[in-house]
């Protein structure tokens, strides 16, 4: 059984797919914001709402159980709020990390869509980047 349909068999259905429509919605707009994080005038912005997208992610990833959604969603979560402290820009390395952890939330949107198991998170995804340097 996938995991799409693990959800349905455990929750409501009208919940699933709200959680999935609005998961949608969130990575549709993730990797923007994060280029965006290279303007100078945008960085607060980007780096607020991003923490946002994260934030409401983890939360609706814990009402459904979904573990590796969590772990990966709060591993972020946490690294923008130290973004939050810098005036930024971001640096390269801070974006394409980013980037991959775009990858991987749009994989996981795959793998609801097709009902698949949710894939592994990519170890290299756990090693931050030096978060400060410009």
Request: charged fraction near 30%.
């Amino acid at each position: 059984m996938g995991v799409r349909r693990e959800l349905e068999a455990n929750f409501d259905f009208e919940i699933v797919d709200e959680f999935l429509d609005h998961y949608a919605m969130m990575v549709e707009v993730m990797e923007g914001l994060v280029v965006s994080l290279s303007r100078p005038e945008q960085y607060g912005r980007s780096v607020d709402e991003l923490f946002r997208i994260f934030h409401n992610i983890k939360s609706a990833s814990n009402f459904l159980q979904l573990e590796p959604i969590i772990r990966l969603s709060t591993f972020v979560e946490d690294a923008l709020e130290q973004m939050r402290g810098y005036p930024g820009p971001a640096n390269e390395d801070v974006i394409n990390w980013l980037l991959e952890i775009c990858d991987m939330f749009t994989q996981w949107q795959e793998d609801l869509k097709l009902d698949n198991e949710l894939s592994k998170i990519k170890f290299s995804l756990l090693k931050l980047p030096d978060l400060e340097s410009a």
